[in-house]
DNA sequence: TTGAAAGCGCTAACAA
DNA sequence: TTGTTAGCGCTTTCAA
């Protein structure tokens, strides 16, 4: 009852070679009319289509990709796919890479180094490119990752790979001194993953910005990045003096904001909370988040485009200027979790 | 400077070839010592292991999947990746394809039907098998890539091909039941996208519930199944006498709740809302959300099991007992944005 | 413009 | 246990 073709075996698909015999023509010939239309005449290159068409040939990118290891395919490896962090991203990215003609792979890391490898190790042969957005792999294992396929890293500088981040020493600072101005002068970092390159940046500056302004600096953790890690971390406040607190991020702000509400504390009233990122939600949880923005929709852009000119210019030496990493803005998102120091 | 190995070509990734050529020993042999141990003699398989090691040499799937097709990878299709739907479905297939050997590809459709056909396109040669969720192609055409590749959709019911889907019509029962235990006796329901087989589903078992219940429904919208869709939804509920309303999902609900209370319009006291899926930021929304909850953890593992049955047992024909749905049942969570009708 | 033939990296018969 | 050989689907010289 099935419509199967008249081809022999029904369960393979079919390939150049029954459109080639079907056609009367060479497989080389039917190759071309798709790999490369104007190199053969428009009346074969018509009879051809159509054929493949009625015989539901499609190009198989397996094999299109085994001479050449062109698959129009790039992947983004992501620490967390749930992280609504990374939403903008990927669909930044994903509009960048199909503007270009590619495909973008989003792979999830799971928070895992070991998942993180293996999935790249199964992945990279397939793709022409890669981006490692926030990854939990070492610097050497970045770098043996780009040696296998142009690479951009996010959110992190490893030497001799091309990158882009946000300025999160500029952010925190923002952060600090919005604090400062609002009376606290007892603070507390919610540490991220110890893995994470962002989270050492950050801790960092917020260090370098409360010591210049005089404030007394804590670092509370670390937690998970994610909404069981913030109420950890509201556990973790109650014993602490700090007014005011910036999470790693705003995942962790939102989750340590309804832990303390759990606990009885009152956000801003008894303590005031920033986050970092502005990811979705961070507007329309109780209270609204004050949060340290990036501009995630020009991450993912960037990042392809970073890609595509590695791609396109092979010639170019690894250790090129083009892998100075690009600094992205972050500005202060001031909302409902932040208020004058009771 | 470059730490470039002694094989001639420093460009190009080493094959099973220069591994052979270097231990010593056949192609083949290579090829076994990685795809089959335990068919080569110990101390060749190590040698050849150490060697490879040294070169950089990793199995290219784009080589191995040529012959049988096996690439150990598998593909999820969702129609958005940003809706917070799909997080639990994605991280639940996504386990239990690793922990069966296989590596998950995520791709994204955009809510588009070409999106998702060019995906479909690019990916399906990659894969072993594929997870629809909640797809906007047609029937036609998803029958048409179950007959390239084992296939499972989510959500959505299509002859011969296996599915999971929750249960739309216990569900809305649920809701409708509820609001009309508050009193309330003018529905309208805020429909999703045209394409949308769970709105279909979810927009006739509304009917059914009302009618069954003597309340008055209507159908608002459609509306795109975002936040954004929300906000206009929030305009249109204005002019209708409704004084409760079912979202077609969490994210249209959330974003009607916000467009309302900017329009003075305050949940649950003016209007009740209830959305649908439970999705990640729904219980912290202002109010939060009374929704009707699907087991979403389990969606994506009964997604994959499924699939992996079929790659396990190729004979089966397509048309095989094993293509009926699964039916996942759902539950109301009550939450604030429902009321007792004023 | 088209065809013939070689080869991409790997696996799988078949022989040795 | 190992090597030889053919071939997976496609692209790409090289000739015609």
Redesign the pocket.
């Known amino acids: 009852m099935g419509e199967t073709g008249e081809t022999g075996s029904s369960s393979?698909?079919p390939?150049?070679?029954d459109v080639a015999r079907v056609a009367?023509?060479?497989?080389?010939?039917?190759?071309?009319a798709?790999?490369?239309p104007g190199?053969?005449?428009a009346?074969?290159?018509d009879r051809i289509r159509r054929v493949a068409h009625e015989l539901g040939?499609?190009?198989?990118p397996?094999?299109?990709g085994?001479?050449?290891g062109r698959t129009a395919l790039l992947a983004i490896v992501v620490a967390d796919l749930t992280n609504p962090f990374f939403f903008e991203i990927i669909r930044s990215a994903e509009k960048t890479a199909i503007d270009s003609g590619y495909t973008l792979l989003v792979v999830d890391a799971h928070e895992s180094r070991g998942a993180e490898r293996l999935a790249l190790e199964r992945t990279l042969p397939l793709v022409e490119g890669v981006v490692l957005a926030t990854s939990r792999l070492s610097d050497a294992a970045i770098r043996a990752v780009a040696k296998q396929r142009p690479t951009v890293v996010m959110n992190r500088v490893v030497t001799d790979v091309p990158s882009v981040v946000t300025d999160n020493a500029q952010g925190m600072r923002r952060a600090v001194e919005h604090l400062a101005g609002l009376g606290h002068t007892r603070l507390s970092y919610l540490a991220g993953p110890e893995a994470s390159w962002a989270d050492g940046m950050r801790w960092r500056a917020f260090r370098e910005a409360t010591q210049e302004l005089g404030l007394r600096a804590r670092r509370l953790g670390p937690f998970a990045p994610t909404l069981a890690g913030g109420l950890s971390a509201a556990q973790a406040l109650t014993t602490h003096t700090a007014t005011a607190t910036v999470a790693y991020n705003d995942l962790v702000a939102i989750g340590t904001m309804r832990g303390l509400t759990r606990l009885g504390v009152e956000v801003p009233r008894d303590l005031s909370v920033v986050g970092f990122d502005n990811i979705f939600g961070s507007d329309f949880c109780t209270p609204p988040l004050t949060t340290v923005a990036s501009p995630l929709r020009h991450f993912g852009t960037f990042a392809v485009q970073r890609l595509l000119n590695q791609l396109r210019a092979p010639s170019a030496a690894p250790s090129t200027g083009l892998s100075a990493p690009a600094l992205l803005p972050a500005k202060l998102v001031e909302r409902g979790s932040t208020a004058r120091r009771a």
Do not use: E
């Not at 040939?57 to 198989?60: D, E, L, Q, V």
């Open positions: 393979t698909r390939t150049i070679y009367g023509v060479a497989p080389s010939t039917v190759s071309r798709f790999s490369r190199r053969v005449n009346d074969t290159a040939y499609r190009t198989s397996i094999g299109r085994l001479p050449d």
